[in-house]
């Protein structure tokens, strides 16, 4: 091989290890770039005075707030049943019917005896100087006048004829869903036939601890959200507290929910926020305070660095998703009205990490 020949190997081999590094070098920092930008990309929100909603959550249990346990007033066989659990009715719907042949011919032999008595009151009061019209009749010589023509016992044995035979259907006393029906065709009725609850709207008993008494008030807003559903919450008030600290401290509280869209139904266990008045403070998100050092500290963005720079904080107050912050005194932190706090992004952050504020 000439001299030509090497020169032009060695400059071939140089140029493509040139480029081999070149490229390996370019990728490379292209990969830290993405990895930086992935891992330190972060939201942000103004540190100002915002509206905080001081809250005291208890767990409670939803009762219908009307609610009606039917029974037949007597014993007697079920010969049908009009409605099964779950059944929607109306007040004066049919729930179920016992046996009542006995009673309807009862109640027709007291018809007739009445109709009877009625005649010989008639016949009583001729005797007296009047006619059937018992308008005119005084009071003392109409009364004697029945009781001696029957007509008084009459009477009574029919109503009792007739509220036995009403007593022998049940129906619904008001709008709403059956629950836990006990009544069966062909068989003698239970002591409970059902239960119809009115599910427009439920009554929550919860208890709180006698030193948020001071936040709870009749009237006041709560939320209440089911356990086996967190969303939707649902609105309603405080309508009774009962003045009475048990033996462990608590006290009960009755508020009143609108069932919304029909979901929440009798018994089912729910979580209760009770809000308190509205106060501005230093509001931030729950996950903008992060633990460092076994401190709460936030982290806030540095416009002229780019960096993230951490503040110890203590947290004053909490609801379910705010923190109220104050800077830590005892760490001579500060907290600058305005400046941008970071609240997302943030669990891996140290002071003086690079950090991108997302566009969205």
Known sequence: MNRLHIIGAIMLAAATFSCKVKGEDE???LARDTYRIEKNRVDTIHLSKRAFSRETISNGTLK???????RFKGQGLVTSVAVHNGSRVRKGDLIARQESRALELEFERTAQSLEKARLDLYDALIGY????????VPADILSVAKIRSGYAGALNSYKVAQLALENAVLVSPVNGVVANLAVKPHEYSPQTACVVIDDSAFEVEFKVLEGELQ???????????????PAPNYSGTIKEINPFVDDKGQIVVKASIKNRGGKLVEGMNVKVHVKSAVQYLHTVPKSAVVMRDGYDVLFVYNPNTGKAEWRYVDILQSNSTSH???ANKAKSARLEEGEAVIVSGNLNLAEGSDVEISEN
Do not use: H, M, W
């Not at 219908?64 to 039917?70: I, N, P, R, W, Y």
């Open 27 to 29: 990728s490379a920092q």
């Open 64 to 70: 219908g707030a009307t609610k009606a346990e039917l």
């Open 129 to 136: 100087g009047y006619g059937r019209d018992t308008t005119n």
């Open 215 to 229: 936040n709870i008030a009749v009237g006041r807003e709560v939320e209440v959200s089911p356990f086996a559903a």
């Open 324 to 326: 109220v912050v104050a």
